[in-house]
């Protein structure tokens, strides 16, 4: 069992930056590929990006390559997601998910959630 708990969203003016983290409980951390969602009012919740358990593998979404930037460190069980250059269309509510593999077919492979932590970007 993995409990996920995200930290760090807010307000912030466009062309600012967030760091929001995803701490997780359980001794497993480091066997997980880690999940940065986002769902905007309206919108279904896409992903952001994603890191392997090593971090030697990131991905990327299209709409955040280079500006957001994902890392782990699994001796404090914590996933970060650097966010910078932040523009409007980034306001949603952002959640970390953790998942047992690389490839994940579909967004309810990933096994375990967090309850999400609000982004709001003023223009």
Known sequence: ???????????????????????????????????????????????????????????YADSVKGRFTISRDNAKNTVYLQMNSLKPEDTAVYYCAAAT??????????DYWGQGTQVTVSS
Request: aromatic share 12%; net charge positive; with cysteine.
């Open 101 to 110: 593999t690389w490839v994940v077919p579909t967004i309810s492979h990933y």
């Open 1 to 59: 069992q993995v409990q996920l708990v995200e930290s760090g969203g807010g307000l912030v003016q466009a062309g600012g930056s967030l760091r929001l983290s995803c701490a997780a409980s359980g001794r497993t951390f480091s066997r997980y590929t880690m999940g940065w969602f986002r769902q905007a009012p309206g919108k279904e919740r896409e992903l952001v990006g994603k890191i392997n358990w090593n971090g030697a593998n990131i991905y």
